[in-house]
């Protein structure tokens, strides 16, 4: 409903600088506060996801999940954008047209290697080499919500639910009054909050994850960083374990270099 009365409040202004009309009516927005999504993957989740996805989807979606880039960003990538150890994202695949990049190393070092034994694809009797870093038979990953939602459903991460009925049903088309239902589940966008979420308790400091998430602003960044209660439970134990040592201040815990921002 925002969005369509943000379309509806801009339309106004754009009459009035037309000379259209000579006032607007002040049009008021429901509050957000609260309605920001909070799905997040743990490490179990996701490997549980991606033993249920297609082949293809597998290392697109395992990309993400590290680096905690867009869809459309990912899809971008070609293997000219790899220089050395840097995967470099362009600009203009970027949704605030900055480019960024990543080191290639870890589990994103080992992705990339499987993807080059993976660029050639059969088309037309003939084997060719797909421009693409991920694809289906050379063309860049499309659209996959229908295969995201199955796999999701597949793998307990997400469920249909009849809004008529008011139950979770197991299929799309509710079988008690044969209405399509809407998906309630985890999303690929999830995956950013899961990557900014993991750096940070990794220990990455916040400048560096958002150059890596691609996030521009402190306060997106901070709605990103989800804490749940095993973040909760986990300070508890901490403070704790501050007191039952007499206070005395605990050493903080060596951190993994995983990624890194290029200079």
């Given at each position: 409903?925002?969005?369509?009365?943000?379309?509806?409040?801009?339309?106004?202004?754009?009459?009035?600088?037309?000379?259209?009309?000579?006032?607007?009516?002040?049009?008021?927005?429901?509050?957000?506060?609260?309605?920001?999504?909070?799905?997040?993957?743990?490490?179990?989740?996701?490997?549980?996801?991606?033993?249920?996805?297609?082949?293809?989807?597998?290392?697109?979606?395992?990309?993400?999940?590290?680096?905690?880039?867009r869809?459309?960003?990912?899809?971008?990538?070609?293997?000219?954008?790899?220089?050395?150890?840097?995967?470099?994202?362009?600009?203009?695949?970027?949704?605030?047209s900055?480019?960024?990049?990543?080191?290639?190393?870890?589990?994103?070092?080992?992705?990339?290697?499987?993807?080059?034994?993976?660029?050639?694809?059969?088309?037309?009797?003939?084997?060719?080499?797909?421009?693409?870093?991920?694809?289906?038979?050379?063309e860049?990953?499309?659209?996959?919500?229908?295969?995201?939602?199955?796999t999701?459903?597949?793998?307990?991460?997400?469920?249909?639910?009849?809004?008529?009925?008011?139950?979770?049903?197991?299929?799309?088309?509710?079988?008690?009054?044969?209405?399509?239902?809407?998906?309630?589940?985890?999303?690929?966008?999830?995956?950013?909050?899961?990557?900014?979420?993991?750096?940070?308790?990794?220990?990455?400091?916040?400048?560096?994850?958002?150059?890596?998430?691609?996030h521009?602003?402190?306060?997106?960044?901070?709605?990103?960083?989800?804490?749940?209660?095993?973040?909760?439970?986990?300070?508890?134990?901490?403070?704790?374990?501050y007191?039952?040592?007499?206070?005395?201040?605990?050493?903080?815990?060596?951190?993994?270099?995983?990624?890194?921002?290029?200079?």
């Open positions: 409903m925002n969005r369509s009365t943000q379309l509806l409040a801009q339309a106004f202004k754009l009459a009035i600088e037309r000379g259209h009309l000579s006032i607007a009516p002040k049009v008021r927005h429901l509050s957000e506060k609260g309605n920001e999504r909070r799905g997040f993957f743990t490490d179990e989740d996701f490997h549980r996801l991606r033993n249920n996805l297609p082949e293809h989807l597998c290392d697109f979606c395992e990309f993400g999940y590290l680096t905690g880039w869809k459309g960003e990912i899809s971008s990538l070609r293997w000219e954008d790899i220089d050395g150890e840097l995967i470099e994202l362009r600009g203009e695949y970027a949704k605030n900055e480019p960024r990049s990543v080191i290639l190393s870890g589990n994103l070092e080992t992705l990339i290697a499987r993807r080059r034994s993976k660029r050639k694809y059969e088309a037309e009797g003939h084997w060719l080499l797909s421009e693409y870093l991920f694809h289906r038979n050379g860049p990953i499309g659209d996959f919500r229908k295969s995201w939602v199955t999701c459903v597949a793998s307990g991460l997400g469920r249909y639910h009849c809004s008529v009925c008011d139950q979770a049903v197991g299929e799309a088309i509710c079988p008690e009054c044969h209405r399509k239902c809407p998906y309630i589940g985890r999303l690929f966008h999830d995956f950013r909050r899961t990557a900014v979420r993991n750096m940070v308790r990794a220990g990455v400091p916040e400048r560096v994850a958002m150059t890596i998430s691609g521009m602003t402190r306060s997106v960044f901070d709605q990103y960083n989800i804490v749940n209660e095993e973040d909760l439970r986990d300070a508890i134990k901490r403070t704790q374990a007191l039952d040592e007499g206070g005395q201040k605990a050493k903080p815990a060596g951190v993994v270099r995983m990624w890194g921002a290029r200079r």
